[in-house]
Protein backbone atom coordinates (compact mmCIF):
# COMPACT_ATOMS: atom_id res chain seq x y z
CA UNK A 1 0.00 0.00 0.00
CA UNK A 2 1.37 3.53 -1.19
CA UNK A 3 1.75 5.82 1.87
CA UNK A 4 0.03 9.22 1.59
CA UNK A 5 2.80 10.99 1.70
CA UNK A 6 4.53 8.60 -1.68
CA UNK A 7 0.93 9.50 -3.13
CA UNK A 8 1.50 13.21 -2.66
CA UNK A 9 4.56 12.79 -4.01
CA UNK A 10 3.26 11.07 -7.34
CA UNK A 11 0.94 13.98 -7.53
CA UNK A 12 3.09 16.76 -7.28
CA UNK A 13 5.00 14.93 -9.87
CA UNK A 14 2.41 14.90 -12.31
CA UNK A 15 1.01 17.61 -11.67
CA UNK A 16 4.78 19.42 -12.36
CA UNK A 17 5.04 17.47 -15.62
CA UNK A 18 1.75 18.96 -17.32
CA UNK A 19 2.80 22.25 -16.03
CA UNK A 20 6.21 21.52 -17.62
CA UNK A 21 4.03 19.47 -20.84
CA UNK A 22 1.95 22.79 -21.12
CA UNK A 23 5.27 24.99 -21.10
CA UNK A 24 6.89 22.59 -23.83
CA UNK A 25 3.73 23.12 -26.04
CA UNK A 26 4.15 26.65 -25.97
CA UNK A 27 8.04 26.66 -26.70
CA UNK A 28 8.20 25.51 -30.05
CA UNK A 29 12.02 25.94 -30.79
CA UNK A 30 14.57 24.27 -28.41
CA UNK A 31 17.61 25.87 -29.75
CA UNK A 32 19.73 23.78 -27.05
CA UNK A 33 18.92 20.98 -29.70
CA UNK A 34 21.26 22.58 -31.69
CA UNK A 35 25.12 23.35 -32.11
CA UNK A 36 25.87 26.48 -30.54
CA UNK A 37 26.97 28.19 -33.89
CA UNK A 38 26.60 32.09 -32.44
CA UNK A 39 29.21 34.80 -32.94
CA UNK A 40 31.46 35.90 -36.12
CA UNK A 41 33.01 33.42 -38.15
CA UNK A 42 36.39 33.76 -40.27
CA UNK A 43 38.11 31.78 -42.53
CA UNK A 44 40.93 29.64 -41.02
CA UNK A 45 44.09 30.48 -41.04
CA UNK A 46 45.76 28.49 -44.39
CA UNK A 47 48.33 25.86 -43.92
CA UNK A 48 51.88 27.44 -43.83
CA UNK A 49 52.94 27.74 -47.89
CA UNK A 50 49.64 28.01 -49.21
CA UNK A 51 49.54 30.88 -51.37
CA UNK A 52 46.70 33.16 -53.02
CA UNK A 53 43.79 35.22 -52.65
CA UNK A 54 40.74 32.92 -50.93
CA UNK A 55 41.04 29.20 -52.81
CA UNK A 56 38.48 27.51 -53.35
CA UNK A 57 40.78 24.15 -51.57
CA UNK A 58 42.10 25.94 -48.99
CA UNK A 59 45.44 23.40 -48.44
CA UNK A 60 47.05 24.21 -51.51
CA UNK A 61 47.84 27.70 -53.37
CA UNK A 62 45.37 29.29 -55.59
CA UNK A 63 45.39 28.97 -59.86
CA UNK A 64 46.75 25.99 -61.37
CA UNK A 65 48.17 24.58 -57.61
CA UNK A 66 44.78 23.76 -57.36
CA UNK A 67 44.91 20.81 -59.56
CA UNK A 68 41.02 21.51 -60.23
CA UNK A 69 39.66 18.56 -62.14
CA UNK A 70 38.67 20.38 -65.03
CA UNK A 71 37.77 18.66 -68.57
CA UNK A 72 40.36 20.32 -71.55
CA UNK A 73 37.80 23.00 -72.75
CA UNK A 74 37.37 24.38 -69.38
CA UNK A 75 41.04 23.73 -68.83
CA UNK A 76 41.26 26.35 -71.80
CA UNK A 77 39.10 28.90 -70.75
CA UNK A 78 40.67 29.25 -66.98
CA UNK A 79 44.26 29.51 -68.81
CA UNK A 80 43.11 32.23 -70.50
CA UNK A 81 41.50 33.78 -67.49
CA UNK A 82 45.13 33.46 -66.36
CA UNK A 83 46.67 35.25 -69.06
CA UNK A 84 44.63 37.77 -69.09
CA UNK A 85 45.43 38.64 -65.28
CA UNK A 86 49.16 38.60 -66.07
CA UNK A 87 48.44 41.42 -68.00
CA UNK A 88 46.29 43.51 -65.93
CA UNK A 89 42.85 41.90 -66.75
CA UNK A 90 40.26 40.65 -64.60
CA UNK A 91 40.21 37.04 -66.16
CA UNK A 92 36.95 35.19 -65.58
CA UNK A 93 36.65 36.48 -62.10
CA UNK A 94 33.32 38.32 -61.64
CA UNK A 95 34.07 39.57 -58.29
CA UNK A 96 35.76 42.70 -60.20
CA UNK A 97 32.90 43.47 -61.74
CA UNK A 98 31.02 43.43 -58.12
CA UNK A 99 29.49 40.81 -59.08
CA UNK A 100 28.25 37.57 -56.55
CA UNK A 101 30.48 35.68 -56.27
CA UNK A 102 27.80 32.69 -55.56
CA UNK A 103 27.80 29.30 -54.62
CA UNK A 104 30.34 27.60 -54.07
CA UNK A 105 33.11 30.65 -54.00
CA UNK A 106 30.88 32.65 -51.51
CA UNK A 107 32.05 29.59 -48.74
CA UNK A 108 35.34 30.50 -48.86
CA UNK A 109 34.26 33.26 -47.12
CA UNK A 110 35.85 36.63 -48.02
CA UNK A 111 34.64 38.68 -45.35
CA UNK A 112 33.23 37.34 -42.17
CA UNK A 113 30.21 35.28 -41.62
CA UNK A 114 27.06 35.04 -39.32
CA UNK A 115 24.98 31.70 -38.88
CA UNK A 116 21.47 31.82 -37.66
CA UNK A 117 19.70 28.76 -36.71
CA UNK A 118 16.04 28.73 -36.80
CA UNK A 119 13.41 25.95 -37.00
CA UNK A 120 12.89 25.89 -40.53
CA UNK A 121 15.61 27.37 -42.05
CA UNK A 122 19.23 28.16 -41.38
CA UNK A 123 20.55 31.29 -42.65
CA UNK A 124 24.33 32.27 -43.62
CA UNK A 125 24.99 36.34 -43.86
CA UNK A 126 28.24 36.83 -45.56
CA UNK A 127 28.39 40.74 -46.52
CA UNK A 128 31.02 40.72 -49.28
CA UNK A 129 29.86 42.25 -53.11
CA UNK A 130 26.10 41.68 -51.86
CA UNK A 131 24.82 41.59 -48.65
CA UNK A 132 24.27 37.18 -49.64
CA UNK A 133 22.08 35.53 -47.37
CA UNK A 134 22.00 32.16 -47.87
CA UNK A 135 18.38 29.96 -47.04
CA UNK A 136 19.26 26.57 -46.07
CA UNK A 137 15.48 25.72 -46.13
CA UNK A 138 15.59 22.40 -43.10
CA UNK A 139 11.78 22.63 -42.77
CA UNK A 140 11.62 19.05 -44.84
CA UNK A 141 10.16 20.35 -47.99
CA UNK A 142 11.30 19.23 -51.44
CA UNK A 143 12.79 20.90 -54.37
CA UNK A 144 10.33 23.59 -55.82
CA UNK A 145 8.90 22.80 -59.30
CA UNK A 146 10.06 26.40 -60.95
CA UNK A 147 13.10 28.27 -58.96
CA UNK A 148 14.29 31.52 -60.48
CA UNK A 149 18.09 30.78 -60.52
CA UNK A 150 20.16 33.13 -58.27
CA UNK A 151 23.90 33.39 -57.32
CA UNK A 152 23.26 31.65 -54.07
CA UNK A 153 21.18 29.25 -55.13
CA UNK A 154 18.28 27.33 -53.38
CA UNK A 155 19.24 25.15 -50.90
CA UNK A 156 17.85 22.18 -48.50
CA UNK A 157 19.41 20.66 -45.45
CA UNK A 158 18.67 18.39 -43.11
CA UNK A 159 20.34 18.31 -39.45
CA UNK A 160 21.74 15.16 -37.70
CA UNK A 161 22.32 13.66 -34.63
CA UNK A 162 25.75 11.77 -35.50
CA UNK A 163 26.44 10.88 -32.51
CA UNK A 164 23.20 9.94 -30.92
CA UNK A 165 23.82 12.27 -27.92
CA UNK A 166 20.28 13.95 -28.51
CA UNK A 167 22.19 17.02 -30.08
CA UNK A 168 21.98 17.72 -33.92
CA UNK A 169 25.78 17.98 -35.16
CA UNK A 170 26.04 18.16 -38.37
CA UNK A 171 23.94 19.89 -41.47
CA UNK A 172 23.67 18.39 -44.11
CA UNK A 173 22.95 20.45 -47.23
CA UNK A 174 22.78 20.45 -51.29
CA UNK A 175 22.25 23.45 -53.00
CA UNK A 176 21.24 23.64 -56.72
CA UNK A 177 19.25 26.02 -59.02
CA UNK A 178 22.45 28.46 -59.65
CA UNK A 179 23.12 30.92 -62.24
CA UNK A 180 26.18 32.31 -63.51
CA UNK A 181 28.76 33.46 -64.29
CA UNK A 182 30.76 31.91 -61.56
CA UNK A 183 34.19 30.59 -61.00
CA UNK A 184 35.50 28.73 -57.67
CA UNK A 185 38.20 31.64 -56.59
CA UNK A 186 39.71 34.56 -57.72
CA UNK A 187 42.22 32.72 -60.49
CA UNK A 188 39.27 32.29 -62.25
CA UNK A 189 38.78 28.35 -62.44
CA UNK A 190 35.87 28.25 -63.99
CA UNK A 191 32.28 26.40 -63.63
CA UNK A 192 30.22 25.32 -66.37
CA UNK A 193 27.79 28.23 -68.09
CA UNK A 194 24.65 25.95 -68.38
CA UNK A 195 24.79 26.40 -64.15
CA UNK A 196 23.69 23.08 -63.53
CA UNK A 197 26.08 22.53 -60.48
CA UNK A 198 25.18 20.83 -57.54
CA UNK A 199 27.38 21.76 -54.21
CA UNK A 200 26.59 19.26 -51.36
CA UNK A 201 28.25 20.07 -47.58
CA UNK A 202 28.23 18.73 -44.28
CA UNK A 203 28.81 21.91 -42.28
CA UNK A 204 29.54 20.81 -38.08
CA UNK A 205 31.38 21.79 -35.55
CA UNK A 206 34.85 20.23 -34.50
CA UNK A 207 34.46 17.64 -31.91
CA UNK A 208 38.08 19.27 -30.40
CA UNK A 209 37.38 22.98 -30.69
CA UNK A 210 33.86 24.22 -30.58
CA UNK A 211 35.28 27.41 -32.23
CA UNK A 212 36.61 25.57 -35.03
CA UNK A 213 33.53 25.18 -38.01
CA UNK A 214 33.84 22.43 -41.03
CA UNK A 215 32.28 22.68 -44.08
CA UNK A 216 33.07 19.53 -46.17
CA UNK A 217 32.22 20.49 -49.53
CA UNK A 218 31.56 18.89 -52.90
CA UNK A 219 31.17 20.72 -56.16
CA UNK A 220 29.25 18.57 -59.06
CA UNK A 221 29.49 20.31 -62.18
CA UNK A 222 30.06 20.24 -65.69
CA UNK A 223 33.33 21.81 -66.30
CA UNK A 224 34.93 18.94 -64.02
CA UNK A 225 35.75 15.26 -64.72
CA UNK A 226 34.58 13.90 -61.41
CA UNK A 227 32.73 15.96 -58.52
CA UNK A 228 35.52 18.00 -56.46
CA UNK A 229 35.21 17.86 -52.87
CA UNK A 230 37.51 20.28 -50.36
CA UNK A 231 37.54 20.81 -46.65
CA UNK A 232 36.89 24.14 -45.19
CA UNK A 233 37.59 25.32 -42.04
CA UNK A 234 36.04 28.71 -40.45
CA UNK A 235 37.27 30.39 -37.33
CA UNK A 236 34.88 31.80 -34.43
CA UNK A 237 36.41 34.99 -33.69
CA UNK A 238 36.20 35.53 -29.62
CA UNK A 239 34.83 38.94 -29.15
CA UNK A 240 31.79 39.56 -27.37
CA UNK A 241 30.75 42.09 -30.21
CA UNK A 242 31.12 41.12 -33.20
CA UNK A 243 31.21 44.15 -35.65
CA UNK A 244 30.09 43.43 -39.01
CA UNK A 245 31.58 45.35 -41.78
CA UNK A 246 29.60 46.90 -44.37
CA UNK A 247 30.52 45.50 -47.92
CA UNK A 248 29.17 47.89 -50.84
CA UNK A 249 31.46 47.07 -53.80
CA UNK A 250 30.53 49.81 -55.75
CA UNK A 251 31.52 52.23 -53.17
CA UNK A 252 35.01 50.95 -53.48
CA UNK A 253 35.75 49.75 -56.38
CA UNK A 254 38.45 51.29 -58.70
CA UNK A 255 37.43 49.41 -61.52
CA UNK A 256 35.44 50.70 -64.84
CA UNK A 257 33.60 48.33 -67.15
CA UNK A 258 32.49 49.99 -70.46
CA UNK A 259 31.16 47.11 -72.37
CA UNK A 260 33.88 44.24 -72.04
CA UNK A 261 36.81 45.97 -71.38
CA UNK A 262 38.01 47.20 -67.80
CA UNK A 263 39.44 50.33 -66.78
CA UNK A 264 41.21 51.64 -63.53
CA UNK A 265 39.75 54.93 -61.92
CA UNK A 266 42.50 57.19 -61.26
CA UNK A 267 43.03 59.41 -57.71
CA UNK A 268 41.97 62.09 -58.92
CA UNK A 269 38.80 60.47 -60.54
CA UNK A 270 39.62 60.17 -64.25
CA UNK A 271 39.85 56.76 -66.19
CA UNK A 272 42.89 55.48 -67.08
CA UNK A 273 44.45 52.38 -69.41
CA UNK A 274 44.18 48.94 -67.14
CA UNK A 275 46.29 47.19 -69.63
CA UNK A 276 49.61 48.50 -71.46
CA UNK A 277 48.83 50.01 -74.95
CA UNK A 278 44.80 49.71 -74.13
CA UNK A 279 42.69 51.87 -76.28
CA UNK A 280 40.16 54.44 -74.75
CA UNK A 281 36.68 54.22 -74.86
CA UNK A 282 34.95 54.52 -77.71
CA UNK A 283 33.10 57.62 -77.53
CA UNK A 284 30.78 58.39 -80.72
CA UNK A 285 27.78 58.65 -78.82
CA UNK A 286 29.14 62.23 -77.56
CA UNK A 287 28.36 64.98 -80.04
CA UNK A 288 30.75 67.31 -78.21
CA UNK A 289 34.69 67.89 -78.90
CA UNK A 290 36.63 65.71 -76.39
CA UNK A 291 37.81 67.62 -73.03
CA UNK B 1 9.74 8.08 5.86
CA UNK B 2 7.73 10.76 4.99
CA UNK B 3 10.91 13.11 4.88
CA UNK B 4 13.14 11.09 2.96
CA UNK B 5 10.22 10.76 -0.34
CA UNK B 6 9.36 13.97 -0.11
CA UNK B 7 12.98 15.53 -0.18
CA UNK B 8 13.19 12.97 -3.30
CA UNK B 9 10.11 14.11 -4.86
CA UNK B 10 11.57 18.17 -4.38
CA UNK B 11 14.73 16.86 -5.69
CA UNK B 12 12.75 15.12 -8.73
CA UNK B 13 11.04 18.38 -9.53
CA UNK B 14 14.02 20.32 -9.45
CA UNK B 15 15.96 17.86 -11.79
CA UNK B 16 13.08 18.42 -14.30
CA UNK B 17 12.72 22.38 -14.15
CA UNK B 18 16.72 22.39 -14.33
CA UNK B 19 16.66 20.39 -17.66
CA UNK B 20 13.47 22.46 -18.92
CA UNK B 21 15.48 25.67 -18.28
CA UNK B 22 18.59 24.75 -19.37
CA UNK B 23 17.09 23.49 -22.40
CA UNK B 24 15.12 25.85 -23.46
CA UNK B 25 17.52 29.09 -24.05
CA UNK B 26 14.84 30.43 -26.62
CA UNK B 27 11.44 31.09 -25.91
CA UNK B 28 10.29 32.16 -29.05
CA UNK B 29 6.69 32.28 -27.62
CA UNK B 30 7.65 35.53 -25.88
CA UNK B 31 7.83 37.07 -29.25
CA UNK B 32 5.36 37.75 -31.78
CA UNK B 33 5.35 35.56 -34.92
CA UNK B 34 6.91 37.92 -37.72
CA UNK B 35 7.42 35.04 -39.86
CA UNK B 36 6.67 34.91 -43.27
CA UNK B 37 7.12 37.21 -46.45
CA UNK B 38 6.60 40.97 -45.81
CA UNK B 39 6.26 44.04 -48.18
CA UNK B 40 4.95 47.68 -48.01
CA UNK B 41 1.52 48.60 -48.20
CA UNK B 42 -0.01 50.08 -50.90
CA UNK B 43 -1.45 53.64 -50.01
CA UNK B 44 -5.01 54.29 -52.19
CA UNK B 45 -4.43 57.32 -54.49
CA UNK B 46 -0.76 57.52 -53.87
CA UNK B 47 1.76 56.92 -56.63
CA UNK B 48 4.70 56.62 -57.99
CA UNK B 49 8.18 55.19 -55.87
CA UNK B 50 7.55 54.29 -52.14
CA UNK B 51 8.15 57.97 -49.89
CA UNK B 52 8.90 58.54 -46.27
CA UNK B 53 5.82 59.14 -45.25
CA UNK B 54 3.97 56.21 -47.36
CA UNK B 55 0.74 58.87 -47.25
CA UNK B 56 1.77 61.92 -49.49
CA UNK B 57 3.66 61.36 -53.02
CA UNK B 58 7.52 61.51 -52.90
CA UNK B 59 9.60 65.07 -53.48
CA UNK B 60 7.93 67.72 -53.01
CA UNK B 61 4.42 66.38 -51.90
CA UNK B 62 6.13 65.27 -48.28
CA UNK B 63 6.22 68.33 -47.17
CA UNK B 64 10.02 67.75 -45.99
CA UNK B 65 10.31 70.06 -42.58
CA UNK B 66 13.69 70.83 -44.31
CA UNK B 67 16.04 74.02 -43.23
CA UNK B 68 15.84 76.28 -46.58
CA UNK B 69 19.28 75.27 -47.27
CA UNK B 70 18.50 71.73 -47.52
CA UNK B 71 14.89 72.71 -48.92
CA UNK B 72 17.48 74.65 -51.78
CA UNK B 73 19.23 71.40 -52.10
CA UNK B 74 15.86 69.35 -52.83
CA UNK B 75 14.40 71.58 -55.43
CA UNK B 76 18.18 71.30 -57.00
CA UNK B 77 17.98 67.45 -56.93
CA UNK B 78 14.58 67.78 -58.61
CA UNK B 79 15.99 70.10 -61.46
CA UNK B 80 19.04 67.68 -62.10
CA UNK B 81 16.74 64.95 -62.11
CA UNK B 82 14.33 66.53 -64.73
CA UNK B 83 16.77 67.06 -67.38
CA UNK B 84 18.21 63.34 -66.79
CA UNK B 85 20.44 63.50 -63.74
CA UNK B 86 20.44 61.08 -60.53
CA UNK B 87 20.27 64.58 -58.38
CA UNK B 88 20.64 63.43 -54.84
CA UNK B 89 19.57 59.80 -55.04
CA UNK B 90 22.99 57.43 -54.82
CA UNK B 91 21.03 54.21 -55.42
CA UNK B 92 21.98 54.42 -59.21
CA UNK B 93 25.46 53.64 -58.46
CA UNK B 94 23.83 50.47 -56.18
CA UNK B 95 24.57 52.33 -53.41
CA UNK B 96 22.78 51.80 -50.38
CA UNK B 97 19.73 53.68 -49.52
CA UNK B 98 20.28 53.76 -46.21
CA UNK B 99 18.35 54.47 -43.09
CA UNK B 100 15.75 55.27 -42.99
CA UNK B 101 14.78 55.22 -46.33
CA UNK B 102 15.54 50.91 -46.97
CA UNK B 103 12.24 50.72 -43.88
CA UNK B 104 9.83 52.28 -47.34
CA UNK B 105 10.84 49.16 -48.00
CA UNK B 106 12.07 48.73 -51.72
CA UNK B 107 12.11 44.80 -51.84
CA UNK B 108 10.30 41.72 -50.08
CA UNK B 109 11.37 41.81 -45.96
CA UNK B 110 11.95 38.67 -43.30
CA UNK B 111 12.41 39.55 -39.98
CA UNK B 112 14.61 36.62 -37.81
CA UNK B 113 13.93 36.83 -34.05
CA UNK B 114 16.62 35.79 -31.94
CA UNK B 115 17.24 36.86 -28.65
CA UNK B 116 20.57 38.68 -28.94
CA UNK B 117 19.58 39.94 -32.62
CA UNK B 118 16.52 40.84 -34.84
CA UNK B 119 17.94 40.58 -38.15
CA UNK B 120 15.94 42.68 -40.66
CA UNK B 121 16.79 41.22 -44.34
CA UNK B 122 14.95 43.20 -47.11
CA UNK B 123 16.09 42.08 -51.03
CA UNK B 124 17.21 45.37 -52.43
CA UNK B 125 20.58 47.15 -53.14
CA UNK B 126 22.47 46.60 -49.37
CA UNK B 127 19.17 47.15 -46.88
CA UNK B 128 19.67 44.57 -44.53
CA UNK B 129 20.07 45.02 -41.14
CA UNK B 130 20.92 43.79 -37.37
CA UNK B 131 19.27 45.54 -34.06
CA UNK B 132 21.17 44.14 -31.08
CA UNK B 133 18.40 43.28 -28.69
CA UNK B 134 21.03 42.10 -26.19
CA UNK B 135 21.01 44.62 -23.76
CA UNK B 136 24.78 46.27 -25.16
CA UNK B 137 24.85 50.11 -24.65
CA UNK B 138 26.51 52.33 -27.60
CA UNK B 139 29.93 51.10 -28.70
CA UNK B 140 32.67 53.17 -26.48
CA UNK B 141 34.97 52.63 -29.67
CA UNK B 142 33.96 54.91 -32.49
CA UNK B 143 32.64 52.17 -34.81
CA UNK B 144 33.25 52.43 -39.02
CA UNK B 145 30.12 54.59 -39.68
CA UNK B 146 27.96 51.91 -42.14
CA UNK B 147 24.36 53.13 -44.32
CA UNK B 148 22.50 50.90 -41.92
CA UNK B 149 23.77 52.35 -39.33
CA UNK B 150 24.29 50.42 -35.51
CA UNK B 151 21.15 49.71 -34.00
CA UNK B 152 19.92 48.95 -30.56
CA UNK B 153 16.41 47.62 -29.67
CA UNK B 154 14.26 46.52 -26.89
CA UNK B 155 11.18 44.48 -26.50
CA UNK B 156 8.35 45.40 -25.02
CA UNK B 157 5.34 43.97 -23.44
CA UNK B 158 2.60 46.94 -24.38
CA UNK B 159 -0.07 45.29 -23.16
CA UNK B 160 1.28 42.92 -20.50
CA UNK B 161 -0.33 39.78 -22.30
CA UNK B 162 3.38 38.18 -21.23
CA UNK B 163 4.19 38.66 -25.09
CA UNK B 164 6.65 41.51 -26.92
CA UNK B 165 4.65 43.31 -28.50
CA UNK B 166 6.85 45.71 -29.83
CA UNK B 167 10.06 46.71 -30.93
CA UNK B 168 11.68 49.75 -29.75
CA UNK B 169 14.60 50.53 -31.80
CA UNK B 170 17.42 53.57 -32.16
CA UNK B 171 19.95 53.74 -34.86
CA UNK B 172 23.46 55.90 -34.83
CA UNK B 173 26.66 55.90 -36.90
CA UNK B 174 25.40 56.46 -40.41
CA UNK B 175 27.09 57.25 -42.84
CA UNK B 176 26.34 59.34 -46.25
CA UNK B 177 24.88 60.60 -48.89
CA UNK B 178 21.33 59.32 -48.17
CA UNK B 179 18.29 60.81 -48.83
CA UNK B 180 14.76 60.07 -47.97
CA UNK B 181 13.60 59.09 -51.07
CA UNK B 182 14.29 58.85 -55.05
CA UNK B 183 13.37 62.64 -55.04
CA UNK B 184 16.62 63.00 -53.48
CA UNK B 185 14.74 64.91 -50.05
CA UNK B 186 18.46 65.14 -48.56
CA UNK B 187 20.10 63.79 -45.04
CA UNK B 188 22.54 66.59 -43.69
CA UNK B 189 25.80 65.33 -45.00
CA UNK B 190 27.22 65.24 -41.34
CA UNK B 191 25.83 62.12 -40.97
CA UNK B 192 24.30 62.80 -37.00
CA UNK B 193 21.19 60.97 -37.51
CA UNK B 194 19.75 59.29 -35.03
CA UNK B 195 16.60 57.46 -35.86
CA UNK B 196 13.58 56.04 -33.91
CA UNK B 197 11.59 53.10 -34.52
CA UNK B 198 8.39 51.65 -32.54
CA UNK B 199 7.75 48.45 -35.16
CA UNK B 200 4.54 47.58 -33.40
CA UNK B 201 2.81 44.21 -33.90
CA UNK B 202 -0.74 43.90 -33.14
CA UNK B 203 -2.32 40.48 -32.16
CA UNK B 204 -5.50 41.46 -33.69
CA UNK B 205 -4.31 42.04 -36.61
CA UNK B 206 -1.56 39.93 -37.10
CA UNK B 207 -0.60 39.80 -40.89
CA UNK B 208 0.26 43.67 -40.37
CA UNK B 209 3.20 45.52 -38.60
CA UNK B 210 3.41 48.93 -38.18
CA UNK B 211 6.65 51.21 -37.88
CA UNK B 212 6.67 54.05 -36.40
CA UNK B 213 9.95 55.96 -37.70
CA UNK B 214 11.32 59.24 -36.09
CA UNK B 215 14.37 60.87 -37.94
CA UNK B 216 16.08 63.65 -36.32
CA UNK B 217 18.58 65.09 -38.05
CA UNK B 218 20.42 68.83 -38.46
CA UNK B 219 18.62 68.92 -42.29
CA UNK B 220 15.33 69.12 -40.25
CA UNK B 221 13.83 72.11 -38.50
CA UNK B 222 12.67 69.70 -36.22
CA UNK B 223 11.96 65.48 -35.86
CA UNK B 224 10.05 63.56 -38.73
CA UNK B 225 7.95 61.41 -37.64
CA UNK B 226 5.87 58.88 -39.95
CA UNK B 227 4.19 55.53 -39.54
CA UNK B 228 5.23 52.56 -41.97
CA UNK B 229 2.67 50.14 -42.09
CA UNK B 230 3.95 46.56 -43.78
CA UNK B 231 1.35 43.33 -44.95
CA UNK B 232 2.34 39.52 -44.48
CA UNK B 233 1.89 37.55 -47.66
CA UNK B 234 -0.09 34.83 -47.20
CA UNK B 235 2.07 32.26 -48.59
CA UNK B 236 3.45 29.34 -46.74
CA UNK B 237 6.73 29.39 -48.42
CA UNK B 238 7.29 32.46 -50.26
CA UNK B 239 10.11 32.82 -52.92
CA UNK B 240 12.84 35.53 -52.47
CA UNK B 241 14.11 36.63 -55.46
CA UNK B 242 17.78 37.53 -55.67
CA UNK B 243 18.40 41.65 -56.86
CA UNK B 244 21.72 42.33 -57.84
CA UNK B 245 21.54 45.85 -58.66
CA UNK B 246 25.08 45.55 -60.27
CA UNK B 247 24.15 42.77 -62.57
CA UNK B 248 23.24 44.92 -65.72
CA UNK B 249 23.19 48.26 -64.00
CA UNK B 250 23.32 50.93 -67.10
CA UNK B 251 25.22 53.45 -65.07
CA UNK B 252 28.72 53.83 -65.39
CA UNK B 253 30.15 57.11 -62.89
CA UNK B 254 33.29 58.40 -64.26
CA UNK B 255 35.06 61.59 -61.99
CA UNK B 256 31.69 62.26 -60.48
CA UNK B 257 29.90 62.28 -63.51
CA UNK B 258 27.26 59.92 -64.44
CA UNK B 259 27.22 58.44 -68.06
CA UNK B 260 24.63 55.71 -69.35
CA UNK B 261 26.23 51.95 -71.20
CA UNK B 262 24.17 51.84 -74.51
CA UNK B 263 22.64 48.69 -75.88
CA UNK B 264 26.01 47.67 -77.30
CA UNK B 265 27.83 48.74 -74.51
CA UNK B 266 29.79 51.80 -75.29
CA UNK B 267 29.74 55.17 -73.29
CA UNK B 268 26.69 57.82 -73.91
CA UNK B 269 25.91 60.78 -72.29
CA UNK B 270 23.09 60.76 -69.23
CA UNK B 271 22.15 64.20 -69.91
CA UNK B 272 21.58 66.37 -73.13
CA UNK B 273 24.63 68.04 -74.29
CA UNK B 274 26.97 66.13 -71.11
CA UNK B 275 30.47 66.38 -72.42
CA UNK B 276 32.76 63.20 -72.47
CA UNK B 277 34.96 61.88 -69.87
CA UNK B 278 38.06 63.07 -69.98
CA UNK B 279 40.78 60.65 -71.19
CA UNK B 280 44.15 62.28 -70.46
CA UNK B 281 45.59 59.35 -69.52
CA UNK B 282 45.19 57.43 -72.94
CA UNK B 283 48.21 58.24 -74.98
CA UNK B 284 46.66 56.70 -78.19
CA UNK B 285 44.17 58.14 -80.43
CA UNK B 286 40.89 57.86 -79.18
CA UNK B 287 39.12 54.80 -80.97
Same mark, same amino acid.
Given at each position: MLSRSSIGAIALVTALSAVLMTIDGAR??????? %???KGQWLRARPPAGVRGQGPFDPDKSGGRAQQAPLTPGYQARFEASLADQAVGGPGLWTGARCLPVGMPAMMTLFRPMEIIVLPETTYIRIDHIRESRRRIYTDGRDWPEDPQPSFDGYSIGKWL?? !? /? !? /? =??DTLEVETRNLKG %? =?? @?EPSGIPLHEDNQTIVRERIYLDKADPDLLHDDMTVIDHALTRPWTVAKKFRRDKVEHAIWPEDICPDHNGLVFIGNDMYYESADGLLMPSKKGQEPPD? =?? @??QPKK | MMFRSLIGTCMLAAALFTMLSEARAFDESKYPNLKGQWVRARVPGVTGQPSYDPTRRQG &?????? &??PEFQAVLEANIRDQAVGGQGGDPTFMCISPGMPRIMNPYGAMEILVTPETTHILIEHIHDSRRIFTDGRTWPEEPVDPTFQGYSLGTWID? #?? #????DTLEVETRYLRGPRAFDAAGIPLHPDNESVIRERIHWNKDDPDKLTNEITTIDNALTHPWTVTKTYVREAVERPEWYEEVCTEGNGHVGIAGQNYFLSGDGLLMPAKKGQAPPDLRYFKQTQK
Open positions: AFDDALY %PNLDT !D /G !D /G =RF %P =RT @FL =RY @FS | &LEQHAP &LKT #DG #DGRY
